[in-house]
């Protein structure tokens, strides 16, 4: 799939993302995708990228839409909150055990 940036750039790639998803969310996306995927995986690879996104910013909503176009038209799903959990030890002291200061 040919793409273009807003300043014209072209490039070549099965998946793109923005903002913190070009960060976080593409290495998944790189190791992960592949071109037969059923529909029903690449909702559950979406949900495990947007997932991180949402553990990197705390205060972002949880909840999301996944629309599917085909040749037979246009399907949006209901919105939808993904399952989260925040009890990690690392959540609760995310400084515990470190060293030094910026």
Same mark, same amino acid.
């Given at each position: 799939?040919?793409?273009?940036?807003?300043?014209?750039?072209?490039?070549?790639?099965?998946?793109?993302?923005?903002?913190?998803?070009?960060?976080?969310?593409?290495?998944?996306?790189?190791?992960?995708?592949?071109?037969?995927?059923?529909?029903?995986?690449?909702?559950?690879?979406?949900?495990?990228?947007? &997932?991180? #996104?949402?553990? &990197?910013? &705390?205060?972002?909503?949880?909840? #999301?839409?996944?629309?599917?176009?085909?040749?037979?038209?246009?399907?949006?799903?209901?919105?939808?909150?993904?399952?989260?959990?925040?009890?990690?030890?690392?959540?609760?002291?995310?400084?515990?055990?470190?060293?030094?200061?910026?």
């Amino acid at each position: 799939m040919v793409k273009v940036s807003m300043i014209g750039v072209s490039f070549e790639d099965n998946h793109v993302a923005t903002g913190f998803g070009n960060h976080l969310a593409r290495p998944i996306l790189r190791d992960e995708w592949h071109a037969d995927m059923s529909f029903e995986d690449g909702v559950k690879l979406l949900e495990k990228c947007m &997932r991180v #996104l949402l553990y &990197r910013d &705390r205060s972002a909503i949880n909840k #999301l839409q996944i629309a599917k176009i085909t040749e037979e038209g246009v399907t949006v799903s209901q919105p939808y909150s993904l399952k989260t959990f925040w009890e990690f030890k690392a959540f609760n002291n995310p400084t515990a055990g470190a060293e030094g200061s910026w």
